[in-house]
């Protein structure tokens, strides 16, 4: 490793890719300026007809030298090709719906699902380069059958209700602000109970578990398994009571078996947070923003192993400083307006709207009116491989090194 790190010039040069710029010095401040230099990083090797031939060699037995790699394996910091972005809720559902008009949901397609594509992520239907979201649509009285992968899904709900997930046979009611789960391996369809249509997002680790190789697909009934219309699971009925086990249940499981957390538990949960604020306890991730995080209630981690979902509110006026974080995020803002900040770029969001936000690209939240969002993130997969790290400038940042 050089002192101060360095980047490789651009491997187009005839055979000058072994050439590097080197950072003198590391900045301290935002405003620090970085100065470069060019050295010779292959000793002043001369450009040869025999180092043109051994070039040619690498290519002509699949190598590839470092010294033309390193920028892009191995930047000094994470450099992601997905960008930053915004998704109306307003031109979603209105495409969304043509969708319903036009496109018959069965089995082939399996989901009216309408994948949000990142523009920096071409030729992909991926959020970002770890997570899957997606708008789906059912009409009035429609199936989607029911199959089964091996990637992790959730549902949550911004507005309607009438719709049944049907989870291991289980049927589970969708509502506005709910958070409905399918672990990996559980046979799952939905069924619409009403004459009117509903949409809401799908977030998978699809694009984890596709770049190593791990999905498995099965196809299951044509029809859900259990067409009813419950006002409560089976699951819930066994794990939704706070603080309390089942004895039947005591081995830890890999995902929650919880398959349904309730709005009216979300809201409470954050209102709480903000009162204990106002009488002065602790109670909040920052003044006036109120957070939880959806949880395993056999393990006390994330819902599921490659899935991190959360609820953020800020209350008229609060805003969040700005952050690095190493992961990626997409957001939906579940109810009220305000300001996003992605990547220096100001964004109005509103109910509905969905954001991405890719690894290491700073952004900050401002409320106008109370401010609901939604976020889930590859998170587990970070922390589980210790990649965890935060950056907020102006704090003391205890993993930077």
Not at 15 to 41: K, N
Request: charge should be negative; proline fraction near 8%; aromatic fraction near 10%.
């Amino acid at each position: 490793m050089l002192p101060g790190g360095g980047r490789w010039l651009d491997a187009a040069e005839p055979f000058r890719a072994g050439r590097l710029a080197v950072i003198v010095g590391i900045p301290t401040t935002d405003d620090d300026v970085i100065e470069e230099r060019i050295v010779d990083q292959m000793d002043g090797t001369a450009d040869t007809p025999e180092l043109q031939q051994l070039y040619a060699d690498f290519a002509a037995n699949d190598l590839a030298p470092l010294w033309t790699q390193r920028d892009d394996l191995m930047p000094l910091s994470p450099a992601p090709k997905a960008v930053p972005h915004v998704w109306r809720w307003k031109t979603l559902y209105d495409i969304a719906e043509r969708s319903g008009e036009l496109v018959p949901v069965g089995r082939g397609g399996e989901r009216r699902a309408l994948g949000l594509a990142n523009p920096g992520l071409p030729g992909t239907a991926y959020a970002t380069p770890t997570l899957w979201c997606a708008i789906q649509y059912l009409g009035g009285h429609e199936t989607a059958p029911e199959h089964r992968h091996s990637q992790n899904a959730f549902r949550f709900v911004v507005e309607g209700e009438g719709v049944w997930t049907v989870v291991n046979g289980d049927p589970v009611a969708m509502r506005r602000g709910d958070l409905l789960l399918t672990p990996g391996w559980n046979f799952h369809g939905h069924h619409n109970d009403t004459d009117q249509p509903m949409a809401w997002i799908d977030g998978l680790d699809v694009p984890f578990s596709h770049y190593a190789d791990v999905g498995f697909f099965e196809f299951g009934s044509e029809r859900v398994t259990d067409e009813a219309s419950p006002d409560v699971s089976r699951a819930e009925r066994l794990w939704a009571h706070p603080g309390l086990r089942p004895l039947s249940g005591l081995e830890d499981q890999t995902s929650s078996p919880l398959s349904a957390y309730r709005w009216e538990h979300t809201d409470r949960a954050l209102t709480e947070q903000l009162r204990l604020e106002d009488e002065g306890y602790p109670a909040t991730v920052e003044q006036g923003h109120a957070a939880i995080r959806y949880t395993n209630p056999t393990t006390g981690g994330d819902v599921m192993p490659t899935l991190r979902c959360e609820f953020h509110r800020l209350r008229a006026g609060a805003e969040t400083p700005a952050r690095h974080e190493v992961g990626s995020s997409v957001w939906q803002v579940f109810e009220g307006d305000g300001t996003v900040v992605l990547g220096g770029t100001e964004h109005r969001v509103g109910t509905g709207d969905l954001f991405a936000v890719p690894s290491w690209v700073p952004w900050s939240l401002h409320a106008d009116s109370q401010f609901d969002l939604f976020r889930f993130s590859d998170g587990p997969i970070i922390d589980r491989l210790q990649f965890t790290r935060t950056y907020v400038p102006g704090q003391r940042n205890e993993d930077l090194p």
